[in-house]
């Protein structure tokens, strides 16, 4: 049965970073959900987060908004090494949970949370808010229509300077990896979700960056790889590259991806803009043509597809399963680039 028939889904956002602000927003710029509480670790710093963000109750413990049957529904944007404990608690208390990437510390993890979620009246989705951007959107249907004929090549890169709002992000314990498990399963799922199944991977790792100043002054020391490269072998003989940096002091405007074709070539947030495409069989021009995309507040699309899913308006989505197989095959990353050779990513279940 589901949780809620409501129209609007009473919210309680657990984690109280930077990413809750995004969470809060997309909900509000999407319609239908009430946030009633913000759950952080430290009281001052999450009653003030709270205030900021309008939201009337903040609490530091979970298990508090977990009891609460006025609550339909949560979303954990924690530290990594927390996702597994709560989302768990969240699906056995009955609750819908939208859980941040990445879904947990690695694939056994994950599977554990997909379990809890077979036997929960909640429904579990794993938060990819590339997917809805409307580029995405447009580029994954002349994808799936076949319009770009046979692929060759993929060329996705993920780069920022690195995350400085909070040490945990380089604490192995906290964290299973560095720019690969917190930037790269993006990327990951972007490759999954609009061109195909990766297969195999080979990938190189370093740690360009050892040392590093938060935004507080705070200096942090890390091993954890700051920069990768991947190739991965897709299902249908498609090769696809991978950058991933945490070193790169302008950044990806979110991401870069190409994608090579019979038909032409498309790119999406580069120099060209949102979405480019050299196709003259399509477009009837031998020239860059950029689509007409459809503009809306960042997090709309996201946060209104997952509150159809909490009512039963919509099905549940497959991103679960797509956070699973972004661990498996950053799991295959670190395999790689530790013997040197090309390694199979962990079949899929049947």
Not at 24 to 33: D, E, T
Not at 86 to 114: E, T
Not at 230 to 252: F, N
Request: with cysteine.
């Amino acid at each position: 049965m589901p949780v809620t028939t409501k129209h609007n889904v009473a919210v309680a956002v657990i984690g109280a970073g930077f990413i809750a602000d995004y969470h809060v927003c997309g909900l509000r710029a999407a319609g239908g959900a009430t946030v009633v509480a913000l759950v952080g670790r430290r009281p001052e710093s999450t009653a003030a987060k709270a205030a900021k963000l309008g939201i009337a109750r903040a609490e530091t413990d979970h298990r508090t908004v977990l009891d609460d049957p006025a609550i339909d529904a949560v979303i954990v944007a924690s530290p990594d090494d927390t996702h597994m404990a709560i989302a768990v608690d969240a699906l056995a208390a009955g609750k819908s949970v939208l859980l941040q990437k990445p879904m947990a510390l690695d694939s056994a993890q994950c599977r554990a949370i997909i379990g809890a979620a077979h036997n929960s009246a909640g429904r579990l989705t794993v938060s990819f808010m590339h997917r809805y951007f409307p580029e995405v959107a447009w580029l994954r249907s002349l994808v799936a229509e076949g319009r770009l004929g046979a692929i060759h090549s993929v060329r996705i890169r993920n780069a920022t300077p690195g995350a400085d709002w909070n040490d945990w992000f380089f604490k192995p314990g906290n964290v299973s990896g560095g720019v690969a498990m917190q930037l790269g399963v993006h990327g990951i799922d972007l490759v999954r979700h609009v061109i195909g199944e990766i297969d195999s991977v080979c990938a190189n790792i370093w740690t360009a960056r050892p040392e590093r100043q938060l935004a507080d002054g705070t200096t942090v020391r890390s091993t954890l790889e700051d920069n990768v490269a991947a190739a991965y072998r897709l299902a249908g003989g498609v090769h696809a590259s991978h950058e991933m940096s945490y070193t790169e002091l302008a950044g990806c405007d979110r991401f870069r991806l190409e994608v090579y074709a019979d038909a032409g070539t498309v790119w999406l947030r580069t120099g060209r803009g949102p979405a480019a495409l050299w196709a003259p069989s399509i477009t009837g021009k031998d020239a860059w043509v950029s689509p007409d995309l459809e503009q809306a507040p960042f997090g709309q699309a996201h946060h209104r597809h997952w509150l159809a899913i909490v009512r039963s308006d919509a099905e549940p989505d497959d991103t679960a399963e797509a956070g699973l197989r972004s661990i498996e095959v950053a799991e295959a990353i670190y395999r790689a680039a530790a013997s040197g050779m090309r390694v199979a990513v962990a079949e899929k279940p049947s």
